[in-house]
């Protein structure tokens, strides 16, 4: 048997040839990508349980014949645990579960988990080092190339006042980095190279593939920022296949979440359905779902449908459109950290468009320290003195980092100045209005940059 096997392809190539060519031969067909796994969109979120922002659109999405997939992230193992007693990893093996459970409700199972860890604080660098940015980066890149979406969906990348979880703005950048790398043949090429051999243990066998659009959804406040950015879809519609309102649909996928809200899911248990109803009003599950475009490489109107211009198949790799860097005095200063990074991030991906507050926001604990980052850039050819100083709201404090300082020739310094804010006065009929603080930098006497923030104290906060 195995002679005859290994013989009979040359016979059929050399009576091919006498024949004059393919026409005599049956044609193999190569092999192709699992189309089990091919989506027409994917969400990318943090945690566990965050899928449930757009759980009602996907409901939508998939009455539609769309094929979604979703990435969650972290396995949410530093979060509570309302159900029973296991915490860290074990916590977290159970919330992989509920989402998965949550998501198979809508009849998802294309959901797979990067290998991030939960990092409680609102700066987006944090969580992208503490994840691990490349290995998760490089995972995600490969599930793009598995499942070949046409559309993104996650979170804003941003700084915002409102939830603002550092790991929610993560999982953003990296989808957006991701959707302009895995359509780049020399972006992790060993997950696009063919197999050297039949067993090949290493390559993958992957082909690169551009992602068509990528669209944000807000945790922020913000929604004056955020309004005619993008499409917006009511919840309230009736679902064609379930008879069932789309928000209905995301609040029973949540059920799921038992680790996270036992005792709410306890209580709706007893509610019947007018009281279901009133509930969802007041807690947000009815309010409309709202997106912001990121960018589209196939055209379409900002407020269009989320599938306004996709056609099947591929499109050819989009290096994305790397704007200049802003012109800069000889001697500047500029706020750091997230802020900067941000501002760099969206020049460097073509997101002009994307809402960002002007002047930059946070959410802070109250009574709470500010920690404001800051460039000082020097580009002449001698060292030069300058002089920090912070313009505060009545009862703050300057704690640390406001001065005199030199900076070497042709040096990028990082600084940093703490203030120390009151808590707003307890006036419970409205909201105390965000407070304004100023960082004014000099030299030689003259103004070198001033920098606001706007800054609201709140009874609970994540740390800056
Ligand atoms: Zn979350």
């Not at 094929?67 to 396995?75: H, P, Q």
């Not at 190339?145 to 790991?167: C, K, S």
């Not at 706020?335 to 020049?347: H, K, N, Q, V």
Request: glycine share 8%; net charge negative; hydrophobic share 40%.
């Amino acid at each position: 048997m195995s002679r005859f096997a290994s013989t009979l392809p040359i016979v059929s190539l050399a009576a091919s040839m006498l024949l004059g060519g393919a026409a005599a031969q049956e044609p193999a067909a190569l092999p192709s990508a699992d189309q089990r796994y091919k989506v027409d969109l994917m969400l990318v979120v943090a945690h566990p349980d965050d899928e449930g922002a757009a759980t009602a659109y996907l409901a939508r999405a998939l009455d539609e014949h769309k094929r979604v997939a979703v990435v969650i992230s972290t396995r949410g193992s530093s979060g509570a645990n309302k159900a029973g007693t296991e915490q860290a990893a074990a916590l977290g093996d159970i919330r992989e579960i509920e989402a998965r459970n949550a998501l198979a409700t809508l009849g998802i199972t294309n959901v797979w988990f990067l290998d991030g860890k939960d990092t409680a604080s609102q700066n987006v660098l944090q969580s992208l080092a503490n994840w691990g940015h490349g290995v998760a980066l490089e995972k995600l890149v490969r599930l793009i190339r598995l499942t070949r979406p046409e559309v993104i969906l996650t979170f804003l990348p941003g700084t915002f006042i409102g939830e603002d979880h550092g790991d929610h703005q993560a999982c953003g950048v990296l989808a957006t980095e991701a959707f302009d790398l895995a359509g780049d043949p020399t972006t992790f090429p060993e997950q696009v190279a063919g197999p050297a051999n039949r067993r090949e243990l290493f390559l993958e066998n992957l082909r690169p593939w551009q992602p068509k659009k990528i669209y944000y959804f807000p945790d922020a406040d913000r929604e004056d920022l955020f309004r005619g950015k993008g499409p917006s879809y009511s919840v309230k519609e009736i679902s064609k296949s379930t008879k069932q309102p789309y928000w209905r649909i995301s609040f029973d996928s949540f059920r799921a979440h038992q680790t996270q809200a036992k005792e709410f899911l306890d209580s709706v248990a007893q509610m019947d359905e007018a009281q279901i109803e009133k509930m969802a009003a007041s807690d947000g599950w009815t309010d409309d779902m709202r997106f912001v475009l990121g960018k589209s490489l196939v055209g379409g109107s900002v407020t269009g449908d989320i599938f306004d211009g996709i056609t099947q198949g591929a499109i050819p790799f989009g290096r994305p459109e790397v704007s200049p860097e802003p012109a800069r005095p000889e001697l500047s200063v500029e706020l750091g950290g997230p802020y900067s990074f941000y501002a760099d991030f969206r020049r460097a991906h073509g997101l002009g468009n994307l809402p960002h507050p002007e002047p930059p926001e946070i959410a802070l604990q109250a009574p709470g320290t500010l920690v404001i980052p800051l460039w000082v850039r020097n580009r002449t050819a001698k060292t030069q003195e300058i002089t920090l100083s912070a313009v505060l709201p009545a009862g703050g404090t300057a704690q640390s980092g406001a001065g005199k300082f030199t900076v070497a020739a042709k040096q990028v310094a990082s600084a940093r100045i703490e203030v120390n804010l009151p808590a707003p006065a307890e006036n419970s009929a409205k909201k105390p209005e965000p407070q304004e603080v100023t960082v004014r930098a000099d030299s030689n006497g003259q103004s070198i940059g001033e920098i606001k923030l706007r800054v609201e104290l709140r009874k609970r906060a994540l740390p800056q």
